[in-house]
């Protein structure tokens, strides 16, 4: 069954590219979830005018990799510990959370996040809210890696397996 979640791990450019080439995941756009306005920019959220998260809409099919495969993916390229910065991305819109539509999601997100706390002895700092709000980004960012390969990524490809790729 397809299914949908909303992933926020830093710069879009990286998260996006990174899901996009795993076995089960059919479609991903980029966007800003969850913020104080509507129909945000990437100009407002540089000038701080809106502080949404800059996010990254993964359709997956759940029969080849489940939500918390994606979750222990996400896990591979952020600092869990981290706020509002990933990579060399400092701000707010860099913070890392998974925003869900249904209360099963809820819950697998909120078990993931319990089970990593309990495992690095540590509180990791990746929300998990419900969607309020997902924007489509401007199209020079849909596939931004895609278009620019040599564009600034601070996500490993390498970290992805051979037997999960595409």
């Known amino acids: ?3 949908r979640i909303v992933i926020g791990g830093g710069c879009f450019w990286g998260v996006e590219e990174y899901f996009k080439r ?3 995941v059919t479609k991903t756009t980029v966007g800003y979830a969850n913020g104080n306005m509507e129909n945000p920019t990437y100009q407002d959220l540089i000038s701080h005018k809106a502080n949404h998260v800059e996010a990254c809409e993964l359709y997956y099919d759940d029969s080849i990799i489940s939500l918390k495969t994606i979750l222990s993916h996400m896990f591979r390229f952020i600092d869990p510990f981290s706020i509002n910065k990933q990579g060399g991305d400092i701000g707010v819109q ?6 869900y539509q249904d209360d099963e999601d809820k819950t ?3 078990d993931f996040m319990n089970e990593m706390s309990k495992k690095y002895n540590r509180k990791v700092a990746v929300e998990v809210q419900k969607e309020k709000h997902y924007y489509l980004a401007e199209e020079y960012h849909q596939d931004y890696l895609q278009k620019n390969p040599t564009g600034y990524c601070h996500v490993n ?3 992805i397996k051979e037997d999960e790729k595409k």
């Open 1 to 3: 069954m397809e299914k």
């Open 22 to 24: 795993l076995k089960g």
């Open 94 to 99: 860099y913070r890392t959370g998974v925003y």
């Open 108 to 110: 697998i997100a909120e």
């Open 157 to 159: 490809m390498n970290l």
